[in-house]
């Protein structure tokens, strides 16, 4: 999976690369895709979620240009996958989940993988968690209409946010840079993610 969907299309951070080798991506799908797993695909979880596609999951890790220094927040831990990268170069991770099922399943994973470095939250994921800001780094794995004002605030000086943006059918991944208290934003590519859903993103 890692050579051939992540590595060949040109994604060389070795630390990111040894840590999607590492986690066992298989223990994050329900029993019955267990044969496809590895597919170059997203893959449904329940509730009408899903587990990204390795590559999305690889790409948006990377626009993070974590150093294992960084706080950085989660929106949406859906399977806990990518949430299990985020732990493994990053020094602390706060994952928040508004469905408490997959919230739950998450967090079993992760302990039994012996994840120690995450919190979980289950709530409106677009209104951040603005007792632990602020956050070095933010994660958003749901499509927003645009950037959640709360999320901004919660962005440290220099930090970066990535995350899709757009309608409920199609978006556009991009990275935003909190400088002078501004939002400079870098357009990654197109990319289709389940809506976002709170106060600041989609109406349920």
């Not at 991506?25 to 979880?45: M, T």
């Not at 739950?104 to 007792?131: C, K, M, W």
Request: net charge negative.
């Amino acid at each position: 999976m890692v050579a051939e969907q992540i590595r060949a299309r040109g994604i060389h951070n070795e630390r990111l690369l040894a840590a999607m080798e590492e986690i066992p991506r298989h223990l994050f799908v329900p029993s019955f895709l267990l044969e496809r797993a590895h597919d170059d695909g997203p893959l449904p979880i329940g509730e009408g979620q899903t587990i990204s596609q390795p590559y999305i999951v690889a790409e948006m890790t990377a626009a993070l240009a974590l150093m294992g220094t960084e706080k950085v927040l989660e929106i949406g831990t859906g399977s806990g996958y990518q949430t299990a990268i985020l732990c493994r170069l990053a020094k602390e991770v706060v994952t928040v989940e508004r469905i408490a099922s997959l919230q739950t399943s998450a967090e079993r994973i992760l302990r039994e993988l012996g994840v120690e470095n995450v919190r979980f939250r289950t709530g409106d994921g677009t209104l951040g968690i603005p007792d632990e800001a602020p956050f070095h780094r933010i994660l958003v794995t749901a499509a927003a209409p645009g950037v959640p004002p709360p999320l901004f605030e919660q962005l440290a000086e220099g930090g970066i946010a990535v995350l899709p943006i757009g309608g409920r059918w199609e978006q556009e991944l991009i990275r935003v840079t909190k400088e002078s208290g501004k939002m400079r934003k870098d357009f990654l590519g197109g990319c289709r993610f389940v809506p976002l859903i709170g106060q600041c993103g989609f109406p349920d």
